[in-house]
């Protein structure tokens, strides 16, 4: 299907909006205990509010992601938004019949406040003078962005890996506010092979002589450092049996080795190519920042335990993992599907058995499609039956 | 594991077994339809154990909540005493270790009940005697190589079974096609069985 075809049946040119608080003594308190503003959050929407706004449901993304979730930016855009393949008119986050709404995360670089904006004190921009945020924080600064839309209550939050971590947090903290929750290919707390590689990514980008302590933004930015941090990080998004299916040992330009250092396989051009496109879209700094807040979330620490975290919650879950995951591995998703089990909340759980490694949450569409179908038309239904919105 | 065919026996039987407003856990529980008769004839919430993604699919579009989980493994992701009854009908005799699914289910549910196919029907055991083939039956519709019944039993072997794990046999229902049979003569003329079982110490 042509760009202008798969158009037609699509949300069409979409743009970004923008959400700005904080400037008047109602600046956003982090769980570090700082308090920030002004705050801009930038996002997207799709589809219709309805009347009484009980349609509308939150896509929160993941790391790299941004709010521009489907459709695209011009005319003659070529690249989609990111989970474009799951909203639209007739698709699981159905366009037709839900309000669908998308926003850059706190200290995210795609349009929100992070380190790259301006301190307003200062008159520079932060950098590493930003505060530390958490995933709770960048689910405050969503709760705010409800508020200001007139939505007391979500039918359903959304998200994978580090938006599902989100997910988590809104039906932990604010269940009043969340019918349910679709967590993909996340957990309640990152394992130590997570932080390990996001540390060698951190690792990569200080150790960058363009990096200067986060103080890059006037001159040379540090795209070396981040290349090789997104390389890390692709490289977890995959697995084995995807890299052999993808690249197995096939040379890129060459029938043969000829025992130089210049020999390139294909796995690596597809990481030097990731890496060079990314620089042009991504901060460092907010790299820095999101993995961070990635390594912090700990549903059990934060309350003691998995238990205690969703023990008053009252929505709904459906938490899908993928087999071959060993970033998010399908067992970090069962535990939280035992503490939901344990304390009698509804919950429903498929490990989908796919090659593709973490990215499987981007990639599987038709097989996750039906079960979050199914899932939101019930939460419909139970908002039909009880009539709160 | 479980084939698409599979019955839909018993469900009656197994509905009257259960007190209404209880927990069920329902292992095996296919597209959802007894966990949705339970909860609309009896009002008790339930939660399903599935194997098969389509099954899954089709559970989450009927507002049950289902938790794909490989019975031959257990039933370690559920805690002791988590359910008021916990449900196993026609898959038995489909796991590799029926005892040790048996006593799984004992820990987790307080009832357990169990429906499956009378292997000592007379008709399965006349089969053998006069054809010398495995018997082919209506409740037992599969030729000895494509069966998913790696384990078929009898209601006797049940019953010594259940001895044997001291656990306590609180209600047996037998019936054939549907229609009751005296436990007496269940073993030889009842299709299928339907058990309602306690911990014999919890019994005491």
């Not at chain 2, 006069?130 to 006797?156: A, S």
Request: net charge negative; aromatic share 10%.
């Amino acid at each position: 299907m042509s760009v202008e075809e798969d158009r037609e049946s699509e949300l069409g040119v979409v743009a970004p909006h923008y959400f700005e608080f904080g400037s008047q003594n109602d600046g956003l308190t982090l769980d570090s205990g700082q308090i920030l503003g002004p705050v801009r959050i930038c996002y997207e929407s799709y589809g219709t509010l309805n009347a009484d706004a009980s349609n509308a449901i939150l896509l929160l993304h993941a790391f790299s992601g941004d709010a521009h979730a489907a459709g695209y930016h011009s005319s003659d855009d070529r690249h989609p938004g990111w989970w474009h393949s799951m909203v639209g008119p007739g698709r699981p986050f159905d366009t037709d019949r839900y309000f669908i709404i998308c926003s850059n995360v706190l200290g995210g670089c795609q349009g929100s406040t992070g380190p790259g904006s301006v301190n307003p004190e200062t008159g520079d921009r932060y950098g590493l003078g930003f505060p530390v945020i958490t995933i709770h924080d960048m689910v405050k600064a969503q709760v705010r962005l409800m508020d200001h839309l007139g939505i007391q209550k979500l039918l359903a939050v959304a998200g994978g890996s580090m938006g599902g971590m989100q997910a988590l947090e809104w039906a932990s903290r604010y269940s009043s506010r969340v019918h349910g929750a679709i967590v993909l290919a996340s957990t309640s707390r990152l394992s130590a092979q997570g932080i390990a590689f996001n540390a060698v990514g951190r690792n990569a980008i200080m150790s960058d002589p363009r990096f200067r302590d986060g103080r890059y933004y006037e001159g040379e930015s540090p795209t070396r450092g981040l290349a090789i941090a997104r390389m890390v990080g692709h490289i977890t998004y995959l697995s084995d049996e995807s890299m052999r299916m993808k690249f197995g040992r096939r040379l890129q330009d060459r029938d043969s080795m000829d025992f130089s250092f210049a020999d390139q396989f294909e796995v690596e051009s597809y990481l030097e190519y990731k890496g060079g496109t990314f620089v042009d879209r991504f901060d460092a700094n907010s790299y820095i920042y999101l993995s961070k807040a990635i390594d912090y979330f700990d549903m059990e620490t934060t309350h003691g335990s998995l238990e205690n975290a969703f023990a008053t919650t009252s929505s709904k879950f459906l938490i899908l993992s993928f087999s071959s995951d060993w970033l998010y591995p399908p067992y970090q998703s069962r535990e939280i599907v035992r503490a939901l089990m344990r304390k009698q909340k509804d919950v429903s759980y498929c490990e989908i058995s796919s090659p593709y490694g973490h990215d499987s949450f981007l990639l599987e569409t038709e097989r996750q499609a039906p079960m979050i179908q199914a899932f939101l038309s019930t939460l419909t239904q139970d908002h039909a039956l009880d009539g709160t919105p | 594991m479980i084939p698409e065919n599979r019955p839909h026996v018993a469900y009656d039987e197994i509905i009257k077994l259960v007190e209404p407003q209880s927990t069920v856990l329902d292992l095996g529980c296919g597209d959802g339809e007894l966990l949705q008769r339970l909860w609309q004839e009896r009002g008790c919430r339930g939660r399903g154990v599935e194997i098969d993604e389509g099954h899954i699919r089709t559970c989450i579009g009927k507002g049950i909540s289902v938790f794909q989980g490989d019975l031959d493994q257990g039933l370690a992701d559920h805690e002791t005493h988590a359910y008021e009854y916990v449900i196993l009908n026609q898959t038995l005799q489909m796991v590799h270790r029926p005892d040790r699914l048996l006593r799984e289910m004992i820990r987790v549910g307080r009832n357990v009940i169990i429906g499956f196919p009378n292997f000592g029907y007379y008709l399965n055991r006349l089969q053998l005697l006069f054809r010398g083939r495995m018997p082919v039956t209506g409740t037992l519709p599969y030729q000895w190589y494509e069966t998913p019944n790696i384990h078929l039993c009898t209601l006797r072997d049940f019953r010594n079974l259940c001895a044997d794990l001291n656990i306590h046999v609180k209600t047996e229902a037998a019936s054939h096609k549907g229609k009751p049979i005296s436990p007496v003569a269940a073993n030889l003329f009842a299709t299928e069985v339907c058990f309602l079982l306690v911990d014999s110490l919890k019994s005491i």
